[in-house]
Every structure is written in structure tokens, then in C-alpha cells.
């Protein structure tokens, strides 16, 4: 069984079901349809996309649906550092350069590579998974693992009970989440999954050191055809610096913007953030506006029609912060393999991982098929491939990129990233320990508009039922939280799902919920914890 039917797990069966027609597979998701909880970037490359051709069919020169996914390859890579509000250095060359002379920072190079809606892809795969005879189920949310006695197996994967209302009561139609078993199971349930990391908990996996994470923001654009056609149709710009960084001045966040062509006319705008930002007052998307007010991203997108948006974490920890059994080193332990994202297999030096989470999802399919018959052998064997693979071995190259970074500040830690691997690897707080009382330098002095972002994400949960959004001590925020960061969940969580009512904080709209959890990394106080909702809620992605 996979969990997380997005690009990693659907990779993973039809490669399975490939190797050996005879394997029962299935493959559940909480999202309502395929693709809609899939959002990224995305740009793809050329060897991840080759591995998916070699499983998917022959005859796909003739599939629309296909052609559409994979029609855009990259003909213009533009890398900028935005100096301030007004202007720009292109500092590809530079990047290039780097490249030639095969420095690690010269791998954020995307010639050739495609752009992708990620949701389009994972439709695509999920047709194919079906046509092949995989069970794809969507409206199924699983809250656990459950693992044998002994703990030395895991037996399945339990769902979420359905049919309760807000204070929890049975109604009419309730029924127990049941209990999925499974030979293997493979948890390909994208960044910071439930039932993933309960199993990092319960088996004891270890990283040898935390994760890191950002939120990605982002909206597609429909902009006039003379807008498009000057932005180009197979270009990808990605810039630097201002708002989220600015030298010397501050404030010196991780992350930055990026614009991609999405085909009709549609450019995809979004901006990138490392969740150990400082400034309580901060919120993604305002930083998203400035991006978008900048005259090179203005000029391309001015009087368009924001047409979808969405908001999703990204695992930037890295090698080192894979979850590993201590014992035997697997990704995973017995019959349980860990793929993509939730293993944390993006390369942030590439600022991308969707090839890494296409490439893990292949080999673990080969590995379901080889090690069916001895299914406690399948995590281990997975693990001797990966870690010999092209995907380990660029990780390992990325290697404390991120933790350096984090440690030294974006201007001292940019050039020591040029050690690359050979750099040790520093310790780095959790993200929901970095908030300062600092404030954010380039704060608007109008709220960001988060009813008509979440509109535009469709996100819809079923409004009788228990939020799956718990405050763990509502003290916390009024006492410690309020008179230091003032709320700050309020202001960073995109959807508007927190308020304060009557002095008291709530996840007063839970329904709202993008699913992104960057409330449960960032809260200051460790104070959220995310659950999954009912089946089929959370947002709508499609074009993403
Ligand atoms: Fe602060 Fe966390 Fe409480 Fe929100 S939930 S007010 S961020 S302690
Ligand atoms: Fe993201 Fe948490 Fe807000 Fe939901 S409530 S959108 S998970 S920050």
C-alpha cells in the first residue's frame, strides 16, 4: 500500500505494478480528486521525466494529457538578485560560472529541465496507476500506522473515523476509520505527512539533525497575451534578495521569489521562505506583494487575473536530515520505505526535489516487486539503492547548504556553501524557536487579503466536524505568546484560521485550512498540532 498519491507514491506503484503485474497495490490520498493537494514549483528534469516515460506507456507522443504535463521544457533560465525595491543584478552568469567550475551553488541551473503543474502531473499518474489496475483512492485520510506486537512489522494504516461533529459525538452516518492491512507499506504522504512522521515516532527513526522547513506561496496568473509573449513561453526566473533578503540592512531571511510559464496565457508567481525567519509580524504573503510590486515582475503580470493560489511547506533540512533507523541506516524500517518529500529528499542548492521524489518513488517500486516475498527485507534493500544512487549522491553534495545557511546568514554562508559536502555539520535551532521581537522592515500597512487567496486555493472541509487543528494551551498565548510575538499564527498562517475571539486565540475557521502546516513548525511555543480532517477536504489544486 502507498500513502500519498502525489508524484512520489504514484511513481512508486506503477513502477511496482510494472516490474510484477500480479502485486494487488493500492494507493489512498485525502484529497477529493488527483492532484489537488499537490502543489510546487515546479521544474522537473529531463532524467526524473525519462524515468517516468520508461514506466508510464509507449504510445504517449499521441496522449494529450501527457503532452500537456511535459510540453514546456526550460529555454530561458533568468537568476536575479533583487537589490531593493526597484532594482536588479542578474547574477546567472555568475551562477553559470560557478557551474563550469563545478561549485556546488552552480547545480541552481534549470536549462533543459521541464516546468510542470505538479497537479496535472500527479492526474496524469493517477490515470495511468489506474489503467494498469492499481486501486487509486481519494477521500481516504490516514491518522497512523499501526505496527505488530513486537514492533519489529507494520500490520497497516488506520483512517480517519468519519461522521462526527464538532464536539467529537457520533451522527447518524459516523463510521470508525478502518484499518488498511498491508505487506509493505510505503508512506509517500509529501512534507511533514501524519502518519509518516508517527512512524519516524514509533519505530524510533532518527535525523541526525532536524528538519528545516519553508513555506512556498503562490499564485497563477492570467496575464494579456502581449505580457506573456514578452515574458516568454519556457522561462523560468528565479530572484534573490529583496524582500526577504536585503544586505547588511536586513532583513536576511532564506528564500526568494520565482515566475514560470505555465502555457494560456498563465505565469506562475510565488515566493519561497525558510520557516526560521526572526520577525514576528511576518507573513509570506506580503512578501509575495512586494515580489509581485517589483517593476521586473510588475511589467509581466500588471492588471492579470489571479486565477488559483496555494501554500505548501518544503523540507529543506537535507542529507542530514533524513530519517534513518540507527540500527540497519534505512530510509524506513522492515516493510515500511520512506519516499520524497517526507524523507526529505529535496536539494536545495537545485531548489527543487520533485526529480528526487519521481526517482525514490521508482526504485521503491522496483524494490516492493523484488522483495514481496520477504517484505520486512523491502526498506533496508531500498536504502542499499537510493544511498548508491544519482539522487543520494547529489544530496550528499548539497549537504549542510541549509544548516550553514541557518547558522552563518545568507552573506557568510552563500560563499562557505562553496565547501559544499566537505562543510561539518552545524547544529541548527527549530524553526519555531527562531522568532525574535524583531519586526519585519517592509510591512504594508494593509493586511494581505487571505479570504480571496483561499477562495481561489477551493479549499472546502465539511464544517460539522472537530477541528483538526489543536491549540495544545490556550494559556500559552495569552501569557507568553501575545505579550511577546502578539499572535503571530494569525498573521503567518495564510488561510486566516486563526483569531482571537473574546481574548481567546482559535482556529476559528479550521475549514479554511491549505493543509500547509506551517502553523505546527512555526508557532513559537510549539503550541499547534495538525491532524487530518475528514476525506476529500482541503484545498482543490489544479492547476498548481
Ligand atoms: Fe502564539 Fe502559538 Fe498561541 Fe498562536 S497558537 S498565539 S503562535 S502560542
Ligand atoms: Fe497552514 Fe496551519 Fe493555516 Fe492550515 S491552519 S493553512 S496548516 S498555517
Not at 66 to 91: H, P, Q, S
Not at 268 to 287: H, T
Not at 494 to 504: K, Q, T
Not at 521 to 540: A, H, L, M, Q, Y
Request: glycine share 10%; hydrophobic share 40%; with cysteine.
Amino acid at each position: 500500500m502507498v500513502v500519498g498519491a502525489g508524484p512520489a507514491g504514484l511513481a512508486c506503484a506503477i513502477s511496482a505494478k510494472r516490474k510484477d503485474p500480479q502485486l494487488e497495490i493500492c494507493v489512498i490520498d485525502k484529497g477529493s480528486d488527483p492532484g489537488n493537494h499537490n502543489l510546487s514549483g515546479a521544474v522537473l528534469e529531463p532524467d526524473a521525466a525519462r524515468g517516468l516515460i520508461d514506466v508510464l506507456k509507449e504510445n504517449w507522443q499521441d496522449d494529450e494529457l501527457f503532452i500537456d504535463v511535459f510540453n514546456r521544457a526550460v529555454e530561458r533560465d533568468d537568476i536575479l538578485f533583487f537589490l531593493g525595491k526597484k532594482c536588479k543584478l542578474n547574477i546567472g552568469p555568475l551562477i553559470r560560472f560557478a557551474g563550469m567550475c563545478k561549485l556546488p551553488i552552480g547545480n541552481m541551473r534549470h536549462d533543459g529541465d521541464y516546468i510542470v503543474s505538479i497537479s496535472r502531473l500527479a492526474k496524469l499518474l493517477g490515470r495511468e496507476a489506474r489503467r494498469l489496475g492499481i486501486e487509486v483512492l481519494f477521500g481516504f485520510p490516514a491518522e497512523d500506522i499501526i505496527l505488530s506486537d513486537d514492533g519489529s512489522k507494520a500490520m497497516g494504516v488506520k483512517l480517519v473515523d468519519q461522521g462526527l461533529d464538532k464536539e467529537g459525538n457520533k451522527q447518524p452516518n459516523y463510521s470508525a476509520g478502518e484499518i488498511i492491512e498491508a505487506d509493505v507499506i510505503v508512506l509517500a504522504e509529501g512534507c511533514d505527512g501524519l502518519v509518516t512522521e508517527r512512524f519516524i515516532e514509533k519505530a524510533l527513526l532518527k535525523r541526525k539533525t532536524n528538519q528545516l522547513y519553508s513555506i512556498g506561496v503562490k499564485e497563477v496568473i492570467k496575464v494579456s497575451e502581449e505580457q506573456y509573449e514578452r515574458f516568454g513561453d519556457n522561462r523560468v526566473v528565479h530572484a534573490l534578495g529583496y524582500p526577504v533578503w536585503t544586505p547588511v540592512l536586513g532583513p536576511g531571511m532564506f528564500g526568494g521569489g520565482l515566475m514560470y510559464s505555465y502555457g494560456d496565457n498563465c505565469i506562475a508567481v510565488g515566493m519561497i521562505v525558510g520557516l526560521d525567519w526572526k520577525e514576528f509580524d511576518f507573513n509570506p504573503q506580503d512578501a509575495l506583494t512586494h515580489f509581485k510590486n517589483h517593476p521586473f515582475v510588475n511589467q509581466f503580470i500588471n492588471d492579470g487575473k489571479v486565477i488559483e493560489t496555494g501554500a505548501k511547506m518544503i523540507p529543506e533540512g537535507g542529507f542530514y536530515a533524513i530519517p534513518r533507523d540507527s540500527e540497519t541506516n534505512s530510509i524506513g524500517k522492515g516493510n515500511v520505505i520512506i519516499i520524497g518529500d517526507g524523507a526529505g529528499l529535496v536539494n536545495m542548492l537545485k531548489i527543487k526535489g520533485l526529480h528526487n521524489a519521481i526517482h525514490s518513488g521508482l526504485i521503491a517500486g522496483e524494490v516492493i516487486a523484488e522483495t514481496i516475498k520477504v517484505p520486512v527485507t523491502a526498506a533496508q534493500r531500498f536504502t542499499e539503492i537510493i544511498d548508491h544512487s544519482i539522487t543520494m549522491k547529489e544530496m550528499k553534495q548539497a549537504g549542510t547548504f541549509r544548516q550553514t545557511i541557518a547558522k552563518f546568514g545568507n552573506m557568510a554562508g552563500f560563499p562557505l556553501s562553496v565547501f559544499g559536502g566537505l562543510l561539518p555539520l552545524f547544529r541548527t535551532e527549530p524553526d519555531y524557536r527562531t522568532m525574535r521581537k524583531k519586526k519585519y522592515k517592509y510591512k504594508g500597512n494593509r493586511e494581505f487579503d487571505k479570504d480571496t487567496f483561499t477562495a481561489l486555493a477551493h479549499t472546502e472541509h465539511r464544517e460539522d466536524q472537530p477541528s483538526h487543528l489543536t491549540i495544545l494551551d490556550s494559556n500559552i498565548c495569552s501569557t507568553k505568546c501575545k505579550p511577546v510575538f502578539r499572535e503571530p499564527c494569525i498573521t503567518f498562517c495564510p488561510a486566516g484560521v486563526y483569531e482571537n475571539i473574546m481574548g481567546v486565540l482559535k482556529p476559528a475557521n479550521p475549514s479554511n485550512c491549505l493543509h500547509c502546516k506551517t502553523c505546527q513548525r512555526k508557532c513559537p511555543f510549539d503550541n499547534i498540532r495538525w491532524t487530518v480532517p475528514e476525506g476529500g477536504g482541503g484545498p482543490r489544486y489544479t492547476l498548481m
